[in-house]
């Protein structure tokens, strides 16, 4: 019986301790945007209605998570639909060849108090890239309206767009080459 007894508890231990959990981003409660500087004087927004995102992680911190990111590129939204119809156009982001743009983190490394570098692979118009962003993992609650266990992180940085053959008939200072991206969100645990 004692042996039993030890094997089952090593057996659970075992498996509690790679046991992945599943985080979906909640999209009432999480948005991917970004700024673009313009004619070298003033910096125009945006952002995008439609995208999945999950973290992996066997870990509470996160500190082992693996971010995947799918993003319907035919809905940005700049709040000027002329240009916005332009954006989706082979002179931008091409949407109907290439109508997504995804992500894969690769690693993710301690930079602070709840500070990360997020790593990964960003594929746009078909060109991959590796990429390194700044994640803030905010914490842990559960939401008192739904009782469903909750994360919540910031993600910043930039990408050169130039790395990507983004909009590339629109050289500075018509249009910067840094698009700086901010990602709030929710992750809801599965």
Known sequence: MKKLLSFLIITWSFTSLFAQTTWKADPMHSHISFSITHLGIADVTGLFKTYEVTATTSKADFNDAVFELSVDVATIDTDIEMRDNHLKTPDFFDAEK????????????????????????????????????????RG???????????????????????????????????????????????????
């Open 98 to 137: 290439f109508p997504k743009m995804t992500f894969k983190s690769s690693s993710v490394k301690k930079a602070g108090n709840d500070k990360y570098k997020l790593a990964g692979n960003l594929t746009l118009l078909g060109i991959t890239k590796p990429v390194t962003m700044d994640l803030w993992y």
């Open 140 to 190: 842990t609650t559960v939401n008192p309206q739904s009782k469903a266990t909750t994360a919540g992180f910031q993600l910043t940085g930039s990408i050169k767009r130039s790395d990507f053959g983004l909009g590339s008939k629109f050289p500075a200072p018509g249009l910067s080459d840094k698009v700086s991206i901010k990602a709030d969100g929710e992750f809801v645990k599965k």
